[in-house]
């Protein structure tokens, strides 16, 4: 079944330790998205990718990063974790981005937990 | 950004009741989507509206885009246990998906 996969679904870090959340997908879509989901929040976008064009939110902090490789593969580098990223981290595609109809529908991943101790 | 107002935040019902709830905008969104997210887990597409006024079925869910563009309603019928969770709307302007502060549902047997 095509599917958008998180690895791994729980990761733990120490306060200031760089860390890396995977995201694959076998949709061959060309959007890929990360957000950030605080408990009982909604998710928060963090940046996206059409394609190899980045594209980041203005008020993502720059402690964030992202990379994109190929067309199946999204990394979110956290380079310096503080307690205040504790958080779910999921991961999202689209086939397209802006044009409207189904092509435009998300799909997430089951998310990555990120504990910071 | 886009603020989303979803209502109720939460609701306690009953096995076999109907539910209803609801998300509004101040801007006029050109597309709704409908996600139920479990409890660590991520959110899972239940319903997509593309136009004012389309009314969509999901098994025993509709959802329907309002007539303003601002709104989108998702009704649940005959609920049931499994139906527990966390709903939320996204709403897209132009490219970004905004989405609503959730609805926490709980079926009690």
């Known amino acids: 079944d095509a599917m958008v996969i998180q690895n791994p679904r729980y990761q733990v870090t120490q306060f200031g330790k760089p860390v890396t959340l995977s995201c694959s997908q076998t949709?061959?879509?060309?959007?890929m998205y990360w957000y950030q989901q605080k408990s009982s929040q909604a998710p928060k976008l963090l940046f996206h990718y059409y394609d190899k064009d980045f594209n980041n939110e203005a008020d993502t902090p720059d402690n964030f990063q992202s990379r994109r490789p190929n067309t199946s593969f999204c990394f979110l580098d956290i380079r310096s974790p503080g307690l205040g990223d504790a958080a779910m981290y999921l991961c999202?595609?689209?086939?397209?981005?802006?044009?409207?109809?189904?092509?435009?529908?998300?799909?997430f991943g089951p998310g990555t937990r990120l504990t910071v101790l | 950004g886009q603020q989303l107002n979803q209502s109720p935040q939460s609701m306690f019902i009953q096995e076999g009741e109907d539910v209803s709830m609801n998300c509004t905008s101040s801007?006029?969104?050109?597309?709704w989507l409908w996600y139920k997210q479990d409890p660590g887990e991520g959110p899972v597409l239940l319903i997509a509206?593309?136009?004012?006024?389309e009314l969509t079925s999901n098994g025993r869910l509709t959802a329907q885009f309002g007539i303003t563009r601002k709104d989108s309603f998702l009704n649940i019928s005959a609920s049931i246990p499994s139906d527990v969770g966390i709903y939320f709307c996204a709403g897209q302007p132009f490219t970004q998906f905004y989405f609503g502060t959730g609805t926490s549902l709980t079926v009690i047997p």
């Open positions: 949709l061959n879509h060309n959007v």
């Open positions: 509206l593309y136009k004012a006024g």
């Open positions: 801007s006029i969104f050109n597309t």
């Open positions: 999202a595609t689209s086939r397209e981005s802006g044009t409207g109809g189904p092509n435009n529908e998300q799909f």
